[in-house]
């Protein structure tokens, strides 16, 4: 991965945390970092919610003082950090979604400047998240800005088909960290048929673990040969996904889930379980796009 990692900036506490995440995690990937803001307008009053830097001097553009005080801020965290800083004119989903086109990942706070605090997730990052043509992490607001408190990423699989580009990229990650994987896939109790509880034949279980376990070891074959020094955990669970991953989100340092594609099709991408992944899990999620 040698394009920048892109984060999105407006001035909120929110993209303050994205911010501080998106430095620690350039710095270790050895990647260059690329801060964007988009403003819509020329403003020069005082913004609702801007919390980045001191108060904004009286005539200073808000946008370019936002954008000033996030590079500033990455450069005093991380001084030998490659920062550089983009000012864009437009809405910030369709920044983020060109600036993604040349990003090794696109990262963003998980609520902007202005929306309802009592939303879970903004809409800026919903968006992002659904249709960014590269992986997009988001960085929810209980997140802790330290990016490796536990030494361990979370993958969660589906398949090998659905699964291939977040099993890469965890692996990619996990050994830019040296950092121990947790590969998680989840397994259902197949449902018994009217005849079978009519007879009330034994169910057979037993069968379905070693199957999923099956199906785990091959999704992550080809990337487990090519990063050997990454310390993979496999775990098969039974479960829905959706519980099992929020689970173990719990004590991990990033969720790295896929997140399908489909050219030429419209709306949002994500899917249950990962919408909800995105609103409620312990950590930073990363969704990496898989194109069909």
């Known amino acids: 991965m040698w394009l ?3 984060v999105g900036v407006d001035g909120s506490a929110s993209s303050l945390r994205a911010l ?3 430095v620690d995690e350039a710095a270790r990937l ?3 970092l690329k801060i964007v803001h988009a403003t819509m307008t020329d403003d020069r009053e005082p913004a609702c919610g801007l919390e980045i830097g001191a108060e904004t001097p009286c005539g200073q ?3 370019q003082h936002v954008i000033d005080a996030a590079r500033e801020r990455a450069r005093t965290h991380r001084p030998d950090l490659k920062v550089t800083a983009e000012l864009v004119c437009g809405d910030a989903v369709t920044a983020l979604l060109n600036a993604g086109r040349n990003a090794s990942a696109l990262v963003t706070g998980a609520r902007g400047r202005g929306e309802l605090k009592d939303l879970l997730l903004g809409s800026v990052s919903l968006v992002v998240a659904a249709r960014a043509q590269c992986p997009v992490v988001v960085v929810r607001d209980g997140d802790l800005p330290s990016a490796d408190r536990y030494e361990q990423i979370l993958l969660g699989v589906a398949d ?5 580009a977040a099993v890469r990229f965890a692996f990619e990650v996990a050994a830019a960290r040296g950092c121990a994987l947790d590969a998680v896939m989840a397994w259902h109790r197949p449902p018994r048929t009217s005849i079978s509880k009519l007879l009330d034949l034994p169910r057979h279980e037993d069968q ?3 199957r999923t376990r099956v ?3 091959e999704a992550l074959k080809q990337s487990a040969g090519e990063f050997p020094s990454v310390d993979v955990h496999r775990i098969v669970e039974e479960g829905s ?3 099992v991953l929020l689970k173990h989100s719990e004590a991990t340092d990033l969720l790295v889930v896929g997140a399908q594609r489909r050219l030429n099709r419209s709306g949002l991408h994500l899917g249950r379980v990962n919408h909800a992944l995105l609103h409620y899990a312990a950590c930073p999620v990363a969704l990496v796009p898989q194109w069909n």
């Open 208 to 210: 379905q673990a070693p």
């Open 215 to 217: 199906l785990l070891d």
């Open 61 to 63: 553009d808000i946008a």
């Open 241 to 243: 996904a959706r519980d």
């Open 4 to 6: 920048p990692l892109v």
């Open 20 to 22: 501080d995440w998106a």
């Open 30 to 32: 050895a990647l260059p």
């Open 160 to 164: 090998a088909e659905s699964s291939s």
